[in-house]
């Protein structure tokens, strides 16, 4: 059976300008955050968004949370257009989309009571009253594995796992279609982590939700996601099926990327890709394919072309001239 696209980003693309001058200002130039990304997320998966800090991945979720206005480009839910939907359905796709922070120490208000955190969407959204809102807030706690007295207590009185599964019963609460998860274990101690990747990938098989996960880390995008997309630069290189983009990294970038990543089993050994130099400033970035100064076997059209994104096998799509 065909998967559902929930939502699509075409060409997506966020410039940030720098200027200069304190009251004349003036554009210099523009940090090319992310530059002209398409891809989809299926209805019910994970959609894994991994690559080095700075490549695009965070503020590509932050379009899609509606907290950066898109330079150019367009998003699509449910196969509609942002930019043209009514008013309404409009409103019911902010409701739809929540997230899940690094910090669990920053994203929880100090101030209010975990019943309060986790009720607040519900309240904002209206159309429930208050013994609903309490057998819900219940119910969340329940799922995520949080004592039935936390409504009552602060954030503080829990510990840095328990605080990010408050922040996971918040972001459930109004029922979204998507969550995104941007670094939701990298603030957390090691020992925890699992037992979060755990949870949200059981809490997925009870709920259906669609999940996007940003991370760095490309273990525990691989560990969680059925299809991952690699960023570099402001631009995707590679997307395919976990298992195959793992199994079969084509672009030289996933390649290195990969012989990083901690193998699942230690009887895996692989050569590690040291990559030269550092990543190339957003703001000029390098002619032809971004990742041409740091490749290991790039060719004389490098530097010259764009490679474009392109489909070599199904479902899998490279940005590389070697591919
Ligand atoms: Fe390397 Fe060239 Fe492929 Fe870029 S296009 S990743 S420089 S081989």
Do not use: W
């Amino acid at each position: 059976m065909a998967s559902e696209i929930l939502l699509e980003a075409r060409n997506l693309t966020k410039y940030f300008p720098v200027t200069k001058g304190l009251i004349f200002t003036k554009q210099i130039g523009a940090v090319k955050a992310v530059d002209g990304i398409s891809f989809t997320i299926n209805k019910g998966e994970t959609f894994g968004l991994v690559g080095e800090s700075g490549c695009g991945k965070t503020t590509t979720s932050r379009l899609i949370l509606l907290l950066e206005k898109i330079t150019s480009g367009t998003i699509l839910f449910q196969g509609k257009d942002l930019n043209e939907m009514p008013r309404d359905e409009f409103e019911h796709y902010r409701a739809s989309v929540q997230a899940v922070f690094q910090d669990p120490y920053s994203s929880l208000s100090p101030r209010m009571k975990v019943g309060k955190i986790i009720a607040e969407p519900l309240i904002i959204n209206g159309g429930l009253g208050g013994k609903e809102i309490e057998e819900r807030v219940a119910s969340l706690l329940d799922l995520v594995g949080l004592r039935k007295d936390a409504p009552i207590l602060y954030p503080h009185e829990f510990s840095g796992g328990q605080r990010q599964r408050i922040a996971i019963a918040r972001a459930l609460a109004p029922d979204p279609e998507i969550i995104i998860l941007d670094e939701p274990v990298s603030a957390l101690d090691v020992s925890i982590r699992a037992q979060i990747m755990n949870l949200l990938r059981e809490i997925q098989k009870k709920t259906q939700n669609t999940f996007l996960l940003i991370a760095h880390d490309l273990a525990v995008v691989k560990h969680m996601s059925n299809r991952i997309g690699v960023m570099y630069l402001g631009k995707l290189v590679e997307v395919a099926e976990s298992e195959e983009l793992c199994s079969h990294p084509v672009h030289p970038y996933t390649q290195a990327l990969l012989s990083a990543a901690l193998p699942s089993h230690p009887d895996i050994v692989r050569e590690l890709i040291i990559l030269p130099g550092d990543v190339p400033s957003p703001l000029n970035p390098p002619k032809g394919c971004r990742f041409h100064t740091r490749c290991f076997k790039p060719l004389p059209i490098c530097s010259e072309q764009t490679p474009p994104l392109k489909e070599i096998s199904s479902g899998h799509l490279v940005s590389c001239h070697l591919a």
